[in-house]
């Protein structure tokens, strides 16, 4: 029973119940089991393989990478065994059956079974994408011999496990815009090391948009040519970032966003466009208006061409051609496009794009290609193999599968909006709209994508906006539906955020760098120390602030990660408090709030004269007087306070919740719970 | 007249004079003066090219280099403008003529003048290299714009400049051990960064010693094959790391270390050995006994082959064959070998080492190579092409010298010793035996070379090894010889090792790695802060502990810095402490001490029970009866401390002195400068 638990809740109730430390992993499997005992990472540690998928392209990699992995994460100069005896081998894997045959499709079988114990551990699955799956597992779990396992000597080692594993979901992925930001092929490989780590397996690739077009054309050049600021990947890149992804069981899916959000077609073939032209590139904020004309022959003629370009650089069978925000006036504003809609008797500029989506899903069905795009595609008359992609929410997920569409949820995770790990957590593809659907209808919702919109982030800050939020999407995408417990998953978070470090991310590192370069030849530490209280804004205020290819994204904002972990931890000590008020906790929170006040006074010497982080300096009076209202809040209760004081705290609070410097104080909210629960 | 002491002191003394900072560029330049004033960067910032050598590719390249590294530097999106128009840009370069022919010569023109000024900034180099040059000083100046400067609004700057700058020594190198420990290409390619940021030009590779075989030979595959635990370059990667340094001004000089160290060469080549094979590749410590044999004809016809496949890899004029630590038992002790060195009249195996090196020396001139080796091959008959690469001292370069030869210094040098970067500084490759030389004999000593030996670094520690205390010499070797102010050095090193973060290097962010690895799932930051006060113990001692290739090197001793600045920072406040004893700067000696006995207890949670760390345990133990020493020997000026105080102190300072876990406290000479000055 209480392995039944943990399987379920993960560390917090494990260690509650004795178990030294249930491990961190993310996402957490089906089934897992710990009994008691450690298998030591030695440096002689070897990989077997054996069954039919033994001698896989994808398994044997994998295996090559596991030995590097291990070595990094232990310090050990383990070696790949030039002949690993499955005898003497320290994990052995066994892969029952060979690959699916190629394209990797949503459904493939990943299962896996991990079982570690005296003498060795093995991995067993019935294909090679389980093994893959598994060998993340693995990697998870090493860690530092526990002081309570006597005997081993190397330092490291993997609890024993009985872990029994599957997704709940096909269809994991990340929809990633590098249009607005270029992300280079590096930074590219490095989410997709990411992706495989949390068992995600989809990257869904927004290749075009309004602010850039990121592919080179051979058939049309001038699209990346005049498309782009000269940033794009060669077909080379390509092909080389699609066998990367596949060997890490990783779908690339493709989008090219038609008809709407293509500004950056326009430069180099205006007679696409709706308006007449010529067009130029616009690398700024805004909503370009940029629509293709959907009445000429000449457009389909082109993206028969194009497509049949781009299908043979992108072997999946899903081909994304987006759909989304398409401006009705671009159509109506035309006479000739008018015209058109009246002769074909479209009643107005949905039922065009319909016409339109019709017309490309038959053209991506000549090359074998399902058609995937957002909510708006939906239509009537197209046909069942499309795929709807919701940003809109479960309810439109919903309206499709009940039409017979398949679908995937990205509604809630939106990572670009900055909101924390624990409110994406709490989105599920089948809560909400989608509870009520009959069997038959929950099976077309195949999973979600999380999605990271690039308008405000670059190459180097990629990483931390992705990372660790990512992982408990990843979560959710793929544990049980009974995993929810956001103590466990922060507890399981942090853990992992640390662990990724070990594949090369740069979540934690680049926001190191960033405030280092802020800081300037001063030392960093106060201003680390100021960061951690602070979030973004949320949503979409610091967008509508204005961005544009000539904006730097160097400023305090930029160097912190979404979530502040030391404000929720104050806010959870604030709520235990509450609950229960006692001097022990009081004075805890007092010490915290008097540390914090020296936090913001330390910090002043770096803000003043920084011409970067001047604008920085209200904040930090900001969280001097917070915590100075928390302290009044605390000694309300036991010394009598000045007559005025709440309502000089709520003032203090109301001014110390403005937004500058698109910064917020996180530990806003807590302080005021304590001020508004405190006795007069 | 200020202006010309800043050139020479730098940092310290112009701040004294009321310079507001003075850039913290190393090398120093031969002449550099830095009128008030700043120039800003922004987004838009181009560097325009001209003269006959602008359309040169390393010109072309290291052009696109400086606007990534700008982007990284400051944050901003600067790009590659297409078009730079001379009078818009903010870097005009100028360079006179055009390269100098391939492949790069010692000697080849390095010069470049820098002038920053209102308006914009001009680099004007004679030659492609100096522009190379140029660019890394003005990226080096590159800062936050200090708040004097009013008017700048995007925060980045250089100050004005007025710059002229040229090395003391043509060869300015590193020579680096692959054998012990493999170095991937990326490695090697961040180092050849590092090398390019701090002006030196030559990378000596050391690609074959006793325990491994680095290099892919298509002549004789079993080289690499049974000489390397797999881990070697490929010719393609040897080509793709040659190109890669040329473009960056560095050039490659490859080593063989024969006719000794060349165990590795006999487990596939037996034929080649003084003694009868089987050979086995042994990579463990110790002193492995495989040496050729000079005495068949086979051996030159084998080395003939090989050095004509290597030269077609590596272009540079020269070739270094090693031919250091021949044990000559390993000749005397073959009949066969003897009766070859009666024959021939050579009297002992230094002359049968002469003989075999004159044999070389003649199939590298073959191939237009000038060959290069340790001191030992320097004997009588030697073409006067030979260059000497000095590893005992100045002595063997001076006589090197009178006879003719070409020399640089490595001793004194070696950075595998764990020494602070200014016992290197004071090393100079023209003081001591070398001082006397005629002028004439003195332009034979073409420089120096730091030496990294790999016996106890690992890819993963190799960057911290190296870094900053190379470029403090790389200082020594390009800057005048005036330049030789310790506190400046520090002051300009520590802002080094912040800016070689931006080109990629991980000396500092791997360490932290490695510290949040030892750490377990417990926070880093107090081991951080004990690791502070500790050193690695220095010389040869952690060697002779044993060490091979299954040796993890993931202790506390490998998470440190060779340096601790925080003990050389304390030590010279005890200085000027017992220089002028005064109760404030006592106040303040005792607070540090106060605040380590705090770092040795908040350590101590982390250390127990942590089996790699717990041998560290009686290290801070030691910390803390030092912390406890050094403030009873302050106490002991104010108060009358008990009549045995001294003693007791001095045989803690004694105890705490020993080697634990092949570490040091630093911190402890310090407290026995405090201890024997105070009053008994």
Known sequence: MVKLICRVLGLSVCAALGYAETPPLMPWPASAQFPAGELEITAGFSISAAGAGAADPRVKAAVARTYARLARQTGMPIQPRLVATPNVAALRVIVELADHRPPQQPGDNERYALDIAEGGARLSADRPLGVLRGLETFLQLVHQTPASSAGTMSGFSVPFAEIRDEPRFPWRGLSLDVSRHFIPVDGIKRTIDGLAAVKLNVLHWHLSDDQGFRVESKLYPRLQQYGSDGLFYTQTEIRDVVAYARDRGIRIVPEFDVPGHASSWLPGYPSLGSRPGPFQLVRTTGDPAGVLDPTKESTYRFLTAFFGEMVRLFPDPYFHIGGDEVNPREWNNEPRIRAFMHSHRLADAKQLQAYFNRR????????????????????????????????????????????????????????????????????????????????????LILGGEAAM??????????????????????????????????????????????????LGLTHRSNL??????????????????????????????????????STAFNRLVDAIPPESDAAREFNDAVDRYLAAPNPAAADSLRKQLAAWIQTAAAVRPLLEGNSLLSEDLPIADAVTALARAGTDALASRSVSAPPDWKAHA??????????????????????????EAAPN
């Open 453 to 502: 919109w690039e308008e405000l982030a670059t190459a180097e800050t990629l990483d931390a906006k992705l990372w660790p939020r990512l992982a408990a999407i990843a979560e959710r995408f793929w544990s049980p539906d009974s995993v929810t417990d956001r103590a466990s998953m922060y507890g399981r978070l942090a853990a992992t955020s640390r662990w990724l470090e070990w």
């Open 512 to 549: 190191d760098l960033i405030r280092r370069r802020l800081a300037g030849s001063l030392p960093v530490a106060p201003l680390a120390a100021f960061a951690e209280l602070l979030e973004p804004v949320k949503g979409y205020e610091r967008h509508r602030a204005g961005w544009g290819a």
């Open 360 to 443: 490309l899903e038959k053209i991506l069905a000549q090359y074998g290609k399902h058609m995937v795009g957002w909510d708006e595609i939906l239509q009537p008359d197209l046909s069942k193999t499309v795929m709807i992609q919701s940003w809109r929410g479960q309810k439109s997920l919903a309206e499709a599968a009940r039409e017979g569409y398949k679908g995937v949820l990205s509604a809630g995770y939106y990572l670009d909006l900055m909101q924390p790990a624990s409110q994406h957590y709490a989105v599920d593809p089948l809560k909400g709209d989608t509870a009520n659907l009959t069997p038959e209808e929950t099976k």
């Open 650 to 675: 709520q003032s203090t609070i109301k001014d110390a919740s403005a937004h500058r410097a698109s910064l917020l104080v996180a530990i806003a909210p807590a302080i005021q719970k304590l001020v």
